[in-house]
């Protein structure tokens, strides 16, 4: 079992920018697949982006260069660092961890961004 702890959203104004941070439980080195989901009002879940322990990464196509994600193996740490942040991008977001690219196996409990125009 992988837990996942979420921290760093908050309300931002538009242009501004975050730095969001995931802590798991495990080491990092044994998880493939961490990553970073989003869920708007009335919106589906979406994949914001997700990287392999080979850094490979997948990014959703609404990102247009404005998001980074890293990982820290060492320290069990996921960053989502967000710039020029939009209000279409207030959701919560969700850090995960999965055995496969695509495919969610643990969920951490979400972190709030608001982003104000």
């Known amino acids: 079992q992988v837990q996942l702890v979420e921290s760093g959203g908050g309300l931002v104004q538009a242009g501004g920018s975050l730095r969001l941070s995931c802590a798991a439980s495990?080491?990092?080195?044994?998880?493939?697949?961490m990553g970073w989901y989003r869920q708007a009002p009335g919106k589906e879940r979406e994949l914001v982006a997700e990287?392999?322990?080979?850094?490979?990464?997948n990014y959703g196509d609404f990102v247009k260069g404005r998001f980074t994600i890293s990982r820290d193996n060492a320290k069990s740490r996921l960053y989502l660092q967000m710039s020029s942040l939009e209000p279409e991008d207030t959701a919560v977001y969700y850090c995960i961890a999965a055995y496969r690219l695509g495919v969610p196996a643990y969920w951490g409990q979400g972190t709030q961004v608001t982003v104000s125009s």
């Open positions: 990287i392999t322990l080979g850094d490979k990464i």
């Open positions: 495990v080491t990092m080195f044994s998880i493939n697949v």
